[in-house]
C-alpha cells in the first residue's frame, strides 16, 4: 500500500525548480518512501534526536539538493 504525500509550504514549489535530473531522483526516493522502504540517498536529519525525520540529498552539477521526509 502506497501512503500519502503531503507537501509542506513551498516544499512542491522548491523541488520543481530543481533540475530534470534531481527532480527524477528525488521523485523517485519519495515514491520508495511512500511504499514504506528507505531510500539509498535518504540519511537520518541531524539535531532532531531520533524522530524519524529523514533527509534526501541529491548531489548535481557541483551543487547539493535536500528534500526532508
Known sequence: M???LDFIGS???DIRAFPEEVKDDIGYALFEAQEGKKP???K???G?????VLEIIEDFSGD???RKF
Not at 532532531?48 to 524519524?52: C, Y
Open 40 to 42: 539509498a540517498s535518504a
Open 48 to 52: 532532531f534526536g531520533g524522530a524519524g
Open 11 to 13: 516544499s512542491r514549489k
Open 2 to 4: 502506497v501512503k500519502n
Open 64 to 66: 547539493t539538493y535536500r
Open 44 to 46: 537520518p536529519l541531524k
